[in-house]
């Protein structure tokens, strides 16, 4: 079960800290930015129920009433011999017109 938090105590450049507990270092958390855009974090460090998350984003356009959900997962990385020669973004998302790519996520 996912956990969703909708307070963020604090902002400090690309570190943001959350009242939260029950989430473990690396956690991978989503960040609501309004009704349409979202940004990932991972977790930092906590200490007692203050997590603190280093968004991989700009944090432009969060505000302290959004929404982070963690979703019970490590950052995760596609790996395949079928990635080779391929162009992708920087969230490993083809884009050089080739097909999508079909492999299983692999912890990092």
């Known amino acids: 079960m996912r956990k969703i938090y909708d ?3 604090d902002m400090r450049g690309n ?3 959350v ?3 029950g989430v ?3 956690e991978i958390a989503r960040i609501q930015k309004g009704e349409w855009t979202s940004t990932l974090a991972s977790v930092l460090r906590f200490a007692d129920d203050l997590v603190t998350l280093q968004v991989f984003e700009n944090t432009r356009g969060i505000s302290t009433g959004d929404r982070v959900t963690f979703l019970n997962r490590q950052i995760q990385a596609t790996f ?3 990635l080779l020669g391929r162009r992708l973004n920087g ?3 083809p884009i050089d017109e080739g097909p999508e790519i079909m492999v299983d996520p692999v912890d990092i």
């Open 19 to 21: 009242a939260a507990e």
């Open 91 to 93: 969230s490993g998302d």
């Open 15 to 17: 570190l943001i800290t």
């Open 80 to 82: 395949s011999d079928s």
């Open 24 to 26: 473990c270092l690396g």
């Open 7 to 9: 307070q963020i105590v």
